[in-house]
């Protein structure tokens, strides 16, 4: 997805309060109440959102991206 500089700026500010991709398993990452870890050692490596998952039950040990979640993508306002 290209995307223009204001609307790398307008993903910085959604990131601040919601997650904006989905993983593989299902569940939230990259960005505010992302359900995958954010902090450890592997945060310079993965990013926020881009370590395990810490939904219960959910074995995911990394954020595996699948899609951009919708509500992130019209905020962006790309299709
Ligand atoms: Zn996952
Ligand atoms: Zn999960």
Request: glycine share 10%; net charge positive; proline share 5%.
């Amino acid at each position: 997805m290209a995307i223009t500089e204001e609307q790398r700026e307008r993903s910085r500010q959604y990131k601040e309060t919601a997650p904006a991709s989905v993983c593989v398993c299902g569940h939230t990452g990259d960005g505010a109440r992302s359900q995958h870890l954010n902090s450890g050692p592997q945060e310079a490596i993965w990013g926020a959102g881009h370590g395990a998952c810490i939904v219960p039950s959910c074995s995911c040990l990394k954020f595996r991206w699948d899609r951009f979640r919708i509500p992130y993508t019209e905020f962006l306002g790309v299709k």
